[in-house]
């Protein structure tokens, strides 16, 4: 069977909430356009953006930027003077890309970890999410028990990858280049579950009811497993070398984005305008780590 998995966003994109932040985008212009200059990038003027094209959080349509993540990218080069520049690859030549300043900043449901500290500056946060196993409605796996001698897909790069292969008993884990080939074989029935970005299972789930897939979080063993049992802080990886530009668009992210409630509007868009995904991690692991002692992560309970 073959079975094609890629999700459009479809019809025109829902875009009249951006007037009503026309004023505060103009004030927030303003004040980021003074410190413009200061900003380093590839390209003078313009903003390189590494994205590997899942839906809906990354792809480029009639020539433009959007999706979830996308669309917020956008957003901030604009407020930033800058102009977007889009380069598509699989996820681990995206980190490889930004760690040696090929691109400016990479995104797509890319959660905050400690190790990607030490090789790129990343962002304030935009949403956030847990790790939930996809799988066949009649199916309810919900542990790590649940593994046990079971067909687990992810994909190649993904940092809970060496987590998943030491689970205690686990069948299989299976690695894949993209997450189209994840959702296909699980579809298929060739895999008994898969941990993918929980956005990209939510679009295919509302596009794709036929598919009879559903999402389970996963019963969290810190002790064991604290990678795949944290919660994780979705944000933008910028290459290293340009701290200046990742604390230009961690501006705009906490003093536009949450304060205008735009990412709740823009996730909203594409059907995950559900409050979870706008609460924060608690503990915050990013405290001491690269952030001060005194960083709270934002939330969007004004949003609600």
């Known amino acids: 069977m073959t079975t094609t998995l890629k999700v459009s966003a479809g019809g025109s994109r829902k875009s009249a909430w951006f ?12 004040v980021t356009q003074a410190s413009a ?27 433009v930027l959007s999706g979830t ?20 690859m699989d996820w681990a030549a995206l980190i490889e890309a930004t760690k040696q300043g090929k691109v400016d900043v990479m995104h797509g449901a890319m959660g905050w970890i400690e190790p990607r500290t030490k090789i790129m500056n990343l962002t304030d946060p935009i949403y956030y999410f847990g790790t939930l196993l996809a799988q066949k409605e009649e199916n309810n796996y919900s542990t790590f028990a649940d593994m046990k001698g079971k067909s687990v897909g992810t994909v190649t790069g993904f940092t809970l990858v ?26 298929a029935g060739r895999l008994d579950m898969a941990i993918l970005d929980p956005p990209l ?13 559903k999402q389970v979080p996963l019963a969290p063993e810190a002790d064991k497993y604290p990678i795949m049992s944290t919660k994780y802080s979705v944000i ?59 960083f709270k992560s934002p939330n969007a309970d004004h949003c609600f």
Not at 37 to 63: A, F, H, R, S, Y
Request: with cysteine.
């Open 201 to 213: 299972v939510q679009w295919a789930i509302v596009q794709h009811p036929e598919w009879k897939l």
């Open 69 to 88: 993540d996308g669309e917020l990218m956008v957003y901030v080069a604009k407020q930033l003077g800058l102009e977007p520049k889009v380069v598509q």
């Open 19 to 30: 007037a009503g932040f026309a004023i505060a985008a103009g004030m927030l212009f303003s």
């Open 37 to 63: 200059d200061e900003i380093k990038t590839i390209e003078p003027g313009k903003l390189t953006i590494g994205m590997n094209g899942d839906m809906p959080m990354t792809q480029v349509k009639d020539g």
């Open 162 to 187: 060496p987590e998943l292969k030491g689970v205690e008993g686990i069948g299989e884990v299976k690695l894949y280049d993209t997450s189209d080939g994840v959702m296909q074989d699980l579809v």
């Open 236 to 294: 933008f990886g910028v290459n290293k070398d340009e701290k200046a530009l990742a604390d230009a668009m961690s501006k705009v992210i906490s003093e536009d984005i949450w304060k205008n409630c735009i990412n709740v509007k823009t996730m909203a868009n594409y059907g995950m305008g559900d409050k979870a995904w706008f609460v924060p991690p608690s503990p915050d692991p990013r405290v001491g780590v690269d952030r001060p002692a005194d």
